[in-house]
């Protein structure tokens, strides 16, 4: 009898979870956001001149990487490096020839400046 009541108990849990979770993921899909502007692009050059914290868009393409989690991004006006997580490329594939957008910090220190991407899409 014990065990009636116990397996019953447990079934009865497990399909309320699974009912709460299903409902959870089903409202992280339908959860909206801003739509509208956001950061405009600006240039390797211009970026480079930035304050550390100001949030950046970039266009161009990574032209290698430089090993953990960062790669030398490059647009018309020079290069920057820049640090992807890899949770951040989300299962996106980029090689040299695509166009890319990246968007994050400026991420400076007293001997260098770079990007802390939170964000990466094709063009």
Same mark, same amino acid.
């Given at each position: 009898?014990?065990?009636?009541?116990?397996?019953?108990?447990?079934?009865?849990?497990?399909?309320?979870?699974?009912?709460?979770?299903?409902?959870?993921?089903?409202?992280?899909?339908?959860?909206?956001?801003?739509?509208?502007?956001?950061?405009?692009?600006?240039?390797?050059?211009?970026?480079?001149?930035?304050?550390?914290?100001?949030?950046?868009?970039?266009?161009?393409?990574?032209?290698?990487?430089?090993?953990?989690?960062?790669?030398?991004?490059?647009? /018309?006006?020079?290069?920057?490096? *820049?640090?992807?997580? #890899? @949770? +951040? &490329?989300?299962?996106?594939? %980029?090689?040299? /020839?695509?166009?890319?957008?990246? *968007?994050?910090?400026? #991420? @400076? +220190? &007293?001997?260098?400046?770079? %990007?802390?991407?939170?964000?990466?899409?094709?063009?």
């Amino acid at each position: 009898m014990k065990k009636l009541v116990y397996g019953s108990a447990l079934a009865t849990a497990l399909i309320i979870s699974s009912a709460s979770f299903a409902g959870f993921h089903e409202n992280a899909q339908m959860r909206g956001g801003f739509q509208g502007p956001g950061l405009t692009p600006v240039s390797v050059a211009d970026a480079l001149k930035m304050s550390d914290d100001t949030p950046v868009a970039l266009v161009g393409s990574i032209e290698k990487s430089l090993g953990h989690e960062k790669y030398l991004f490059k647009d /018309q006006t020079g290069s920057i490096t *820049i640090e992807i997580d #890899d @949770k +951040d &490329w989300r299962g996106l594939q %980029v090689t040299p /020839q695509d166009t890319i957008e990246v *968007i994050g910090e400026i #991420d @400076k +220190d &007293w001997t260098s400046i770079e %990007v802390d991407v939170d964000q990466v899409r094709k063009k």
